[in-house]
């Protein structure tokens, strides 16, 4: 049984008040009077073992019970703050959750602060608009990252950022299709694939959903599946560069995924969302690969290039070409969930996102992410300099760091304990995550250098 | 041939759904429209968006957050899911008054759109539902899309597996709650779109001593309360006994202008419990953790402003020049001899056109007077023979539109 999570409210004399949880049960004799005289109905039957509380008779959604604890950034969250109230002066830096840090260059929030001035405005004054996105940032979208792709404004579906669009894509495939994700990979596709009724209960042995194909990505495989040990399912999920590794799969890499899609008839789910970061010539889009559209759906945000992790926007590309096995445009089911579920990102947050893709916007977003990516190198050379094996960074804001034999949580936990700076524990991510932590590079320059100062204090 | 096909199937709850949504088909019946007639004036008073500046107090509160953004001591990332802590206290004490509604039991959102989609997310594919009929459509769409429903039946417009509440000038616009079948949940609108009626204190001590004998929830939107005139309640919570069945939702959208900026919240009272005893208030939790990233964190700051005292009073005026417009729609209809509904308590005038099928009244009405309304059955089939008529646009469009319907209607 549950305990409510609150004591009973105070009751009131306004109009409002009620008796809430001391609510009187007719139906039960037992029951206690909430009054000041109260009394004790004795009785000779059996003593009431339920609550007065009242209990809906709403069956639980059982695809809820199947999820293991929160999510997985919450969890850290708490436990950086109760590292806080722990250590008040403990200094805590964080490199756990890939939260941005430096502020946005000022021709973004300038383009943000200016559309809010015009809602003030006869003229500039507007309600909702389109729920797949404002004409104009569609276009800037696909002109600026899928220009020479033959992509256009209309594939392009502007949202309020990557998680709620991986939802919504589940939430349009349904309960009925399997799904495939990367091992470790970003929670937020396993949780969304449970919720919506995809998968089988949690096996805490081997710590998967049953019904998921995980593909494990280690440094044995070069952080890209075998594909030929995995099974076929109706969605790969499949993120590069990758959250949490830092591995950005290479062309060939990604024409074989692209032929085993095709092959199995699968449609891939590519989030580009840390694509900006590559120093290589790994590609930035799933579409640079011949043959995609038939197969794939980029997801994709402005998070990471331009610090909007509050300011919330980010898209997804459904080519026309994409179909179901009967031949329906699953871009057409798309535009009716975004329709239906969804009323457009925030007209303020989408002339944010226009301002960023001006040439100035373009140029000041390059700034921050080359700001970002040299905080990852000051903390690949750390611990490569420390004599741990070291992954990611070169085309990604996260450095995977392995140590080997250990329990990611216990290795977390002693890190926040003897340093005070947080991770995120790579067993998280997934079981193939074990043994490695997850160094996020967002932060101040002071910061990272403090933190990386500390590492080499406790590893040294 | 377009191409290869994967060989994923359709989920079948898509092809359930029946054509567009309503509104981007209304949508789309204007752009074709003003095609047709390129140099007619077209007044827009069927979509309900808003059409009146954002008051100043409340925009610069976003623009100067959206500046603070650029500095080192004023970025912010990643907001909690639930909302910004001062925007939560700022709904419950500023909206909730003495209603006992902790700022912890308050999710701030992108909107009620997304809220209703993500509640049914939340409930799963194994409830049942029931709606009023006419209703506001998302309530069915999403259910339809999650696979609580059945087929779409063309004979009766319904879908199998929901219970349709018929609401009617005959019943007082409110369900019979007699001979309304059990489910698990129960969507309430009110004040209601499309029909603009506010239900009485009376109707809703009914609804929640049903919900509670039944064991089911209510989700009651309660979109529209800035709208009430008299002493119809304006939240859920006013009930006694609704904190243990009730789920409310809301937004700014008609309260503050913004549906184009993005901001709502849903209530889940700490007490409502799912039949094992687990809090619905933590599954609602996790889904906000996991299906979702929070409102802009620009939105929430003008959510703030419009709950300052000076905020409040300006949406607030924003708010009666709607209504405003509203009563000057409702009279001219009543003038013409027409029934007319709602418009008191809602910015929705609902007019009856006997014997007419209201796509006909709606096309003849676009294709003679040049302005959008809403058919009625687009909300249900408890909706035919009516028109909605939105009470959003400027005075003079509202005075315009009231000129052609009774030149054309009289």
């Known amino acids: 049984m549950y305990s409510l999570m609150s004591s009973s409210p105070s009751i009131s004399s306004s109009s409002s008040s009620f008796l809430g949880q001391t609510h009187f049960d007719s139906r039960n004799p037992n029951a206690r009077l909430p009054t000041k005289d109260s009394w004790i109905c004795k009785c000779v039957a059996t003593p009431p073992t339920e609550t007065t509380a009242h209990t809906t008779k709403v069956s639980r959604n059982a695809n809820m019970a199947k999820l293991q604890a929160g999510y997985l950034f919450p969890e850290i969250a708490r436990r950086r703050s109760a590292h806080m109230l722990k250590y008040p002066d403990g200094q805590v830096i964080s490199l756990g959750i890939g939260d941005t840090t430096e502020p946005i260059p000022e021709v973004i929030t300038f383009g943000m602060a200016k559309k809010a001035h015009a809602l003030s405005t006869l003229e500039g004054y507007s309600g909702y608009g389109a729920e797949q996105g404002e004409k104009q940032l569609r276009a800037a979208i696909a002109s600026t990252y899928y220009g020479d792709l033959s992509l256009e404004e209309s594939d392009i579906f502007v949202s309020d950022g990557a998680k709620s669009d991986i939802s919504r894509l589940q939430v349009m495939f349904g309960s009925n299709v399997t799904m495939a ?21 949690f096996q805490k042995d081997v710590e998967k959903y049953r019904k998921i194909e995980y593909m494990k990505c280690n440094p044995e495989n070069g952080f890209f599946p075998d594909l030929s040990t995995v099974s076929r399912t109706d969605i790969i999920f499949f993120c590069s560069p990758n ?24 449609i891939l789910v590519y989030d580009s969302a840390y694509a900006m970061y590559i120093s290589d010539d790994s590609p930035r889009s799933i579409f640079e690969i011949p043959g995609a559209k038939e197969v794939a759906i980029e997801v994709s945000s402005f998070s990471k290039y331009a610090g909007f992790t509050g300011v919330r926007l980010g898209w997804t590309v459904v080519p026309k070409e994409l179909l179901y096995s009967d ?52 903390i690949m050379e750390t611990f490569t300099s420390l004599g741990f094996s070291v992954y990611g960074g070169k085309n990604a804001p996260y450095v995977w760091v392995h140590f080997p034999g250990q329990s990611s949580w216990d290795v977390f936990s002693e890190i926040l304990e003897k340093t005070h700076v947080v991770t995120t524990p790579g067993s998280g991510f997934g079981p193939a995550g074990d043994g490695f932590i997850r160094v996020s590079a967002f932060g101040h320059r002071g910061n990272v250098l403090e933190a990386c100062k500390r590492f080499k204090q406790l590893y040294k | 041939m377009a191409g290869v096909c994967t060989r994923v199937t359709r989920n079948l709850n898509m092809e359930k759904l029946r054509n567009g949504y309503l509104f981007p ?70 909206l909730y008054g003495d209603l006992p509604i902790k700022d912890t039991e308050i999710f701030v959102s992108d909107g009620s759109q997304c809220d209703i989609s993500r509640l049914q997310l939340l409930l799963g594919s194994n409830v049942t539902i029931a709606v009023q009929d006419p209703t506001f459509p998302a309530y069915i769409d999403s ?28 019943n007082n616009f409110f369900p019979d709650l007699t001979t309304t079948a059990t489910t698990d949940v129960i969507f309430i609108c009110s004040p209601n779109n499309p029909t603009g ?66 901001l709502g919240w849903t209530v889940v009272p700490d007490e409502l419990l799912f039949s094992n005893g687990f809090p619905v208030i933590k599954d609602f939790n996790r889904i906000v953790c996991t299906c979702f990233n929070g409102a802009s964190s620009v939105a929430q700051a003008g959510g703030l402003a419009c709950l300052s005292s000076d905020g409040l009073m300006a949406v607030q005026s924003v708010v009666d020049y709607y209504k405003e417009n509203a009563k000057i729609l409702g009279d001219t209809f009543t003038s013409l001899g027409l029934d007319v509904y709602g418009g008191i308590n809602a910015p929705y005038a609902w007019v009856h056109f006997p014997g007419m099928k209201s796509w006909d009244v709606f096309t003849e009405l676009l294709e003679k007077t040049h302005i959008i309304t809403v058919p009625g059955c687009g909300f249900g089939p408890g909706g035919e023979e009516h028109i909605r008529v939105s009470a959003f646009g400027h005075r003079e469009c509202i005075l315009e539109a009231s000129r052609r319907l009774k030149s054309l209607l009289s």
């Open chain 1, 181 to 201: 994700v990367q091992d470790p990979s970003y929670p937020a596709y396993v949780d969304s694939s449970v919720i919506l009724g995809q998968t089988g209960q």
């Open chain 1, 243 to 266: 959250n949490p590794t830092g591995n950005a799969a290479t062309r060939e890499q990604l024409t074989r995924l692209v032929q085993f899609a095709k092959d199995n008839g699968s």
């Open chain 1, 327 to 378: 031949g329906f445009p699953v871009a057409k089911d798309f535009n009716r969930i975004v329709c239906t579920t969804f009323n457009g990102a925030s007209n303020i947050s989408q002339a944010g996102g226009l301002a960023c893709l001006s040439p100035e916007g373009l140029e000041a977003m390059h700034k921050v992410v080359g700001f970002y990516q040299e905080n990852t190198n000051i």
């Open chain 2, 25 to 94: 088909e209304i949508a789309m019946r204007e752009l074709e429209h003003m095609k047709k007639y390129p140099t007619a004036k077209v007044i827009s008073l069927g979509i309900g968006d808003t059409t009146e500046p954002i008051p100043d107090v409340v925009t610069s509160s976003m623009a100067n957050h959206a500046r603070r953004l650029s500095t080192v001591e004023g970025y912010r990332g990643y907001g909690a899911e639930q909302g910004n802590k001062a925007l939560r206290k700022a709904i419950a004490e500023t």
């Open chain 2, 143 to 170: 259910s339809v899309i999650i696979g609580q429903t059945g087929d779409f039946q063309d004979e009766t417009g319904k879908y199998q597996n929901i219970e349709y509440m018929p609401c009617r000038p005959q």
């Open chain 2, 197 to 262: 009626h506010a239900a009485s204190r009376k109707q809703l001590e009914q609804l929640v001593e049903f919900a509670r004998a039944n064991g089911s929830i209510i989700i009651f939107d309660s979109a529209y309360a800035a709208y009430v005139t008299d002493d119809s309640p304006r939240s859920i919570f006013e009930i006694p006994g609704a904190r243990e069945v009730a789920i409310e939702i809301s937004s700014f959208s008609k309260f503050a202008g913004f549906t184009g900026v993005r």
